[in-house]
């Protein structure tokens, strides 16, 4: 809410000075009131940022900052009301222009009045009202003690990367690191390419998000015995909420090489998959699988048909739940990987390939960062070894100096401190994305309305932010 809230107070005081010295405000006798409304909303905006640090801990926070929220949005309601009648006023009819265009000022305004005497004296009323309710809202931030932003929130950097849940096979050598992730594609690799042939072997490997199940089943499918091996590679990112036809649309254009053009029905596509994959051994890898309705109700039929005419096929699938492949009926083999936390030293190497070189080594070659090592372990537990979380606040510190007091500063953050409900994944994520620019959060946060998986054109969502008003 506070991340919103630190987007729409400059918009409100931009609307504001764009309003207060127009001839309409000047008309409805609120011109000093609009100005006077203008400054609270500046002056309370430079204590957004401490606010929306403690909200997640402090219920008392929470609650200011929804009444701030109330108050700003019935700001931009009367703003938008006075823009409205503005624009009304230009579009009315040749013969009260003309009154007006003739009349001196003090008869402008008494013609204003008589044509609209409700309007005129409610917006004044409601905007003192509001003035007031922002009185009240600041001296209640006294308790709070909040601390003013040093540097503008909207002009503070970020690199901090975010992602879609879909994925490809595509490796970002920025996410390997150590020996622990060799050692687990090895051994993988070993499994999927042992003599025992079944019909067809479905291989899980398993573990909570940001663990690194992804990057682990990548570089197995970019290995180069597995390409050697097998006539058909098949990487499908299947996510919480799939499309059927797009999942066999997407394996057999990989099978084949093209779509072939391939229409029809969910029953003719699985019979082109079938014919596509039949004849030659073939890995399929099924990526973020949530439950195991894209395999029992889409892909079993197709992939188990096919392997039956050539054994040796596999199927790897990551998960976050244990007891999925269980249900993966139609196999006869079944293995599993849990993916373990990374230890130290490879956490170390993973958080300082995000950090800028300039940071990492002195400009003598002599290794730097050396005076940050007990912050960077505390940061590193405090992640709970988790990559995608180490990589996220790798981000982070990307924006900040490499000093003591700036990496003191998000190991200490109180975000840290919430209860056991948050995951540490959770928390490190919220960290980078709390020091995005308050216009880039907004548009963030929009995203959370649309279903996941749901593939948006990129011009279709840049005019959704704008018909919001998150893009001047």
């Not at 197709?302 to 039956?308: C, F, L």
Request: one cysteine or more.
């Amino acid at each position: 809410m506070a991340a919103v809230l630190n987007a729409l107070a400059p918009f409100v005081v931009r609307m504001i000075k764009d309003m207060s010295n127009e001839e309409l405000t000047m008309l409805l006798g609120v011109s000093v009131k609009i100005k006077k409304l203008g400054n609270k909303v500046e002056n309370l905006h430079a204590y957004l940022a401490d606010a929306e640090r403690r909200r997640v801990n402090e219920a008392r926070v929470q609650r200011w900052v929804s009444k701030l929220k109330g108050a700003l949005y019935e700001a931009t309601d009367i703003l938008e009301l006075c823009q409205l009648d503005a624009e009304e006023r230009q579009n009315k009819g040749h013969w009260w222009a003309s009154m007006e265009d003739k009349a001196s000022d003090c008869l402008r305004l008494l013609l204003f009045f008589l044509r609209k005497p409700g309007f005129a004296h409610s917006t004044g009323g409601r905007i003192k009202e509001l003035n007031e309710r922002l009185d009240g809202i600041r001296e209640e931030m006294a308790e709070f003690r909040f601390e003013p932003s040093s540097l503008p929130v909207q002009t503070r950097p970020s690199d901090a990367t975010l992602r879609s849940r879909t994925t490809t096979s595509l490796m970002d050598e920025s996410s390997i690191v150590g020996e622990a992730i060799e050692r687990d594609t090895e051994s993988l690799v070993q499994v999927l390419l042992s003599k025992e042939e079944p019909a067809l072997m479905v291989a899980s490997i398993v573990g909570p998000g940001g663990m690194g199940k992804t990057t682990l089943v990548k570089k197995i499918f970019n290995d180069m015995d597995i390409n050697m091996a097998f006539g058909s590679k098949i990487w499908l990112s299947v996510t919480e909420r799939y499309d059927e036809v797009k999942l066999l649309r997407s394996a057999i254009t990989q099978a084949t090489g093209s779509d072939g053009g391939i229409t029809g029905d969910k029953q003719v596509q699985c019979q082109a998959l079938a014919g596509a994959l039949a004849g030659s051994k073939f890995l399929v890898v099924l990526d973020d699988v949530w439950s195991d309705g894209a395999w029992t109700c889409v892909l079993r039929d197709p992939i188990v048909g096919a392997a039956r005419q050539q054994p040796g096929s596999r199927v790897v699938v990551t998960t976050r739940n244990n007891e999925l492949v269980k249900n993966m009926v139609g196999t006869t083999a079944n293995s599993q990987h849990h993916v373990q936390p990374m230890d130290d030293e490879d956490a170390w190497s993973l958080l300082k390939k995000q950090l800028p070189p300039q940071d990492v080594h002195s400009d003598n070659g002599v290794r730097g960062l050396d005076h940050l090592k007990d912050i960077r372990v505390g940061i590193i537990r405090n992640c709970g070894s988790l990559p995608l979380a180490i990589k996220a606040i790798g981000g982070l510190l990307r924006t900040k100096r490499a000093t003591a007091h700036e990496w003191n500063g998000v190991l200490h953050d109180p975000a840290w401190k919430t209860d056991g409900s948050h995951h540490d994944l959770n928390i490190a994520l919220q960290l980078s994305y709390e020091d995005l620019p308050p216009e880039l959060k907004q548009c963030f946060i929009y995203y959370s309305l649309i279903p996941n998986g749901l593939e948006i054109p990129r011009d279709v969502i840049v005019y959704m932010w704008m018909s919001e008003g998150f893009l001047l």
